[in-house]
């Protein structure tokens, strides 16, 4: 029995609306590798998702939108940043589906310009025929919930609907599902004949996918150490999140404690001067992918957790002998939308 048929014995009970072209491939970084001098360094593509241009949120979003559908919903609510990869790719569900979409963009970002609030993916929330609105405050989940709960209730009034995605560490983990059968699919391409791997590095921000992940493998058995690259919160903080969001996800699925706390490993030192923010690291990471592998990464989240995956390498946490695999989650539209601001001091 492949490892995602035994994960469905588990996730089958919850609904699901298939969106991610799946597998996604595992590739080599041979230059990579080479110019960082450490681990053999491997991609696991899911920039190649497909769905609304791919990322990570194709996989998150099948159950959320299975649960949508359940729900009997006919318009989606959704809040994020301005630039969110979760909202474009909610918004293109939506549309498929044929509900009405309304976004609430929370400037996340201070001092951004035009071209932030106009293109990349809010240009393509408006091709999906998405409607917006924005909430000032910038870091306050909370408050931004809060906000999207009240125009929940304006479209109820008017007999609409709604479907609410948010994001906060209460929420029902429906997000992590899709990324435990990410996990399910790595060890199925092991299984396959890709040789095993000595760790994998993932972005570690709503923590759907750190958490769907790391709950994924050790329910399927597998031990592989899992590295969580902060890109919001500081590590104490984001390890809180991993662990609570854990729990939340076995009481889901009802599969009892899986995941250990000494086995939620964040780091925080490629975060930069916060959410959205670079710094030399990002930078760097940006360059070596591009001239190196021919690879594009966002400055928000994928840039961040390869700067993670080159500097454990560096630091001796990850050796020379050892594969280590990175997730690319995404985020090619935010490219257009911060421009310039990419290649920092270049
Ligand atoms: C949302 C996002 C992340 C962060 O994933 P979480 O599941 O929210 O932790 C990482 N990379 C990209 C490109 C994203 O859009």
Redesign the pocket.
């Known amino acids: 029995m492949s490892k995602l048929d035994e994960l469905e014995t588990h996730l089958s009970p919850l609904p699901r609306m298939a969106l991610a072209a799946v597998p996604t491939p595992i590739e080599a970084m041979p230059r990579l590798t080479e110019a960082v001098g450490g681990p053999s360094l491997l991609v696991k593509r899911d920039?190649m998702t497909g769905f609304a241009t791919g990322?990570?949120?194709a996989r998150?979003l099948e159950y959320s939108m299975g649960a949508a559908i359940a729900a009997g919903a006919d318009m989606l609510l959704v809040t994020g940043a301005v630039q969110?990869?979760?909202m474009r790719?909610a918004a293109a569900a939506a549309a498929k589906l044929g509900m009405a979409c309304h976004l609430q963009f929370e400037n996340r970002v201070p001092g951004m310009d035009a071209g932030y609030h106009s293109n990349g993916n809010v240009l393509l929330d408006r091709l999906y025929g998405a409607t917006t609105s924005t909430f000032p405050v910038g870091e306050d989940e909370a408050a931004a919930d809060a906000s999207i709960a009240v125009i929940a209730e304006e479209h109820r009034a008017k007999g609409r609907t709604p479907y609410l995605l948010t994001?906060s560490a209460d929420t029902k983990p429906l997000?992590?599902l899709g990324?435990m059968r990410c996990a399910a699919e790595i060890l199925d391409q092991i299984a396959g004949g890709e040789p095993a791997f000595d760790a994998i590095v993932?972005?570690?921000?709503?923590?759907?996918?750190?958490?769907?992940i790391l709950l994924g493998l050790r329910l399927l058995g597998s031990d592989l150490p899992v590295h969580?690259i902060c890109?919001?919160r500081d590590a104490a903080a984001q390890t809180d999140r991993v662990k609570s969001i854990s729990r939340l996800a076995e009481t889901l699925i009802g599969c009892g404690r899986v995941v250990e706390d000494d086995q939620v490993i964040c780091h925080d030192d490629w975060l930069g001067p916060g959410y959205g923010r670079g710094t030399e690291s990002t930078f760097e990471a940006i360059a070596l992918a591009g001239r190196l592998e021919g690879m594009i990464v966002?400055p928000?989240?994928?840039a961040k957790?390869l700067a993670g995956t080159i500097g454990l390498s560096r630091a001796g946490v990850f050796t020379k002998g050892q594969r280590v695999l990175w997730l690319h989650?995404?985020?090619?539209p935010?490219v257009f939308a911060y421009g310039d601001k990419m290649i920092g001091h270049d």
């Open positions: 920039d990322g990570n949120k998150q969110s990869n979760y790719t994001l997000g992590a990324y993932v972005p570690s921000g709503s923590a759907a996918t750190h958490v769907g969580g890109v919001r966002d928000v989240y994928t957790s989650t995404g985020g090619l935010a």
